[in-house]
């Protein structure tokens, strides 16, 4: 994959492009991290990098891949040793992008390019998902960054908000969901309407909503056999089995823990997504992918990537009222469910892996060029050898 920079890299010179990913745990970003370091291994001038944990999924699954990376062996990632491991492979190369993933990554950044030389060094802040701002060296690695990516623009004002910066410093990216290959939508015997939501089982997420829906729609007498799925696992797991035998609706309800989208979603037949989260690309994209019409609840980080009635059919969120009336359009209305899955099937190259990626290499391009690191002409100087 090849990208035409603004101005020409001076010949000869590589671009060292260090993804800093310090979470422990799998973490939702760590698919959008590999898909970067992926595209950036085939990508001149860059040389990328991914710092991590060892032993954690990102480190694996490079590993594995075999794509540069430089494992962190202890548990603290501030380690003297780890430090000197960094630099010593950072200061084979003048010029570096450093690209954090998290606020730990944020403050290890700060850290590297405090010890480098002026001007060879641009630092970028990442928020895909939800952000971390507790670290103590946050503020002062975010005053020193030349760009803080957030996923949507929600989170883009809580970090604004938090950090102080102008907002000429933030750019908004959604993280690059890769939701190929999902087969064919299958017909479920009797004509049977499975509804399902993804999703960490929270309060304020949107699951007791759809309970008290399946209330409603209990009600309504010449719909076809249905059923509510809900793919995740959380606190409200006891919470929401009770309350639908309150209403009676336990026996349409199936709270099925962790999935593989790809082997559930083909067997829906609606897709909604919770509410109180902060950004909605992988979701949107998986019901996009699947073939599914989506019912999306009306929030700030929803509106940036939705239109209502074209590719998503949105609603207010919290209220099981609107949302009963929601699915029953869906499911009423053929006419208007395919036409929310072909705008869903246009939309899909909005949150795409490939729009991912070519937005970040236009981010390092244009960091490139407003650092200076660029030339006119091919010829060679002394000054692009490495430190």
């Known amino acids: 994959m090849a990208f035409m920079p603004w101005g020409r890299v001076r010949a000869g010179a590589q671009m060292l492009v260090v993804l800093l990913d310090l979470h422990p745990q799998p973490h939702p970003s760590q698919e959008c991290i590999l898909a970067l370091l992926r595209a950036l291994a085939q990508t001149k001038p860059f040389i990328p990098l991914l710092i991590c944990r060892k032993h954690s999924p990102p480190a694996v699954r490079a590993a594995a891949e075999g794509l ?3 494992a962190l062996g202890s548990g603290w990632p501030f380690h003297p040793f780890s430090l000197l491991r960094i630099w010593l492979r950072l200061r084979k190369h003048r010029w570096a992008v450093l690209q954090s993933f998290g606020g730990q990554s944020a403050a290890l950044a700060y850290l590297l390019a405090a010890r480098r030389k ?11 998902f ?3 701002m507790r670290h103590p060296l946050l503020h002062k690695s975010y005053a020193a960054a030349d760009c803080i990516v957030c996923g949507s623009s929600t989170i ?4 604004q908000q938090e950090s102080g910066l102008p907002p000429d410093r933030f750019r908004v990216m959604p993280p690059g969901a890769k939701r190929i290959g999902y087969p064919e939508r299958r017909t479920q015997r009797n004509g049977r309407i499975a509804i399902c939501m993804p999703g960490v089982l929270a309060e304020g997420h949107g699951q007791e909503s759809l309970v008290h829906a399946m209330a409603a729609l209990w009600q309504v007498e010449d719909l076809p056999p249905w ?6 696992s959380g606190l409200m797991f006891h919470v929401l089995l009770d309350e639908a035998q309150k209403l009676g609706v336990l026996d349409r309800l199936a709270i099925l823990g962790e999935q593989d989208l790809h082997e559930v ?3 829906c037949g609606v897709l909604i997504l919770p509410s109180g989260e902060l950004v909605y690309a992988p979701g949107l994209a998986d019901g996009w992918a699947a073939g599914l019409p989506v019912i999306c609840p009306a929030l700030p980080a929803a509106l940036e990537l939705t239109r209502d009635h074209e590719n998503a059919l949105l609603v207010a969120p919290d209220n099981p009222q609107a949302l009963a009336a929601a699915i029953l359009r869906v499911i009423r209305d ?3 469910a395919e036409k929310l899955v072909r705008g869903g099937k246009t939309s899909l190259a909005s949150v795409s892996e490939e729009r991912m990626i070519a ?5 390092y391009h244009a960091l490139i060029a407003k650092r200076g690191w660029v030339a006119s002409s091919p010829a060679s100087t002394q000054d692009d050898e490495a430190e």
């Open 227 to 232: 059923e509510v799925r809900l793919i995740g």
């Open 68 to 70: 540069p990376v430089l």
């Open 334 to 336: 053929p006419k208007l």
């Open 130 to 132: 939800a952000p971390s």
């Open 156 to 159: 883009a004002k809580l970090v």
């Open 118 to 128: 002026a001007n060879r060094t641009s630092v970028v802040h990442t928020h895909f």
């Open 265 to 267: 979603l083909p067997s």
């Open 359 to 363: 937005d970040s290499l236009a981010l």
